[in-house]
């Protein structure tokens, strides 16, 4: 009798998991058998206190991320809440993150997670910081040029020169971008000033892409060639 008590009130807080998701994220009541199964086997890997907070992981991945294949949906909750598990990082920044990735700069929610734990494994989160700077600056990199590979390869060239605040660095970049883009009067004379030809440079710049690069890398050399950079 225990048992099928049992029984009945799992049943029962699966169905009042699976139809909160439902509602919670305006999807179909024809998918809820789809979803309550994606939710199940989630829970059955050992993922989540409950099937409550499992449905609801399910919903901040819905609602950031929008309409995923079953398996893709299925993966990305595992994947954030192992990172949530190793690296103490918060479920809903992780999920920002990927999807800042994702946006910016093209790649796989796979790829993502990928880039993440490796950079979380080479330091880049010793601030518990680091999906909360992904989602914040990796516009500002995209628009340099900079694909997510060198976004990694350039924090974590960052924190293995010492910088203890990666924050910082990432600021740097954004500033940089930001006045790459404003034409200003002060701009255009900091190129001239360090011997650079302010049209060519301005050009490189808005064209993005690899032109971006190359001018990023002739202006950071030239900064560093004067005296006191």
Known sequence: GAGIALATKSAADNEAAVNKYIASTGKAVSETDKYKE???SIYKNNYGESIA?????????????????????QSVVEKSYMLQDAYDMDF????????????????????????????AQKGLNQNQDLT???????????KLGFDA????????AGAEDGA????????AMKEFGIRTKDNSTSTNDAYTALGLNVEEVNNKFAQGGEKAQEA????TKAIMAIEDP
């Open 164 to 171: 203890y605040q990666i924050d910082y660095l990432n600021d």
């Open 132 to 142: 909360d700077q992904i989602a914040e600056y990796s516009t500002y990199y995209a």
């Open 216 to 219: 990023f890398a002739e202006v």
């Open 92 to 119: 809903q920044e992780n999920i920002r993150g990927v999807n800042a990735l994702m946006d910016q700069f093209g790649i796989t929610s796979e790829e993502a997670y990928e880039l993440i734990n490796q950079g």
């Open 53 to 73: 907070d499992v449905a609801d992981k399910m919903r901040i991945v819905s609602n950031i991320l929008g309409d995923l294949p079953d398996e893709e949906l």
């Open 38 to 40: 994606v939710m199940e």
């Open 149 to 156: 590979e060198d976004f990694f390869n350039i924090m974590i």
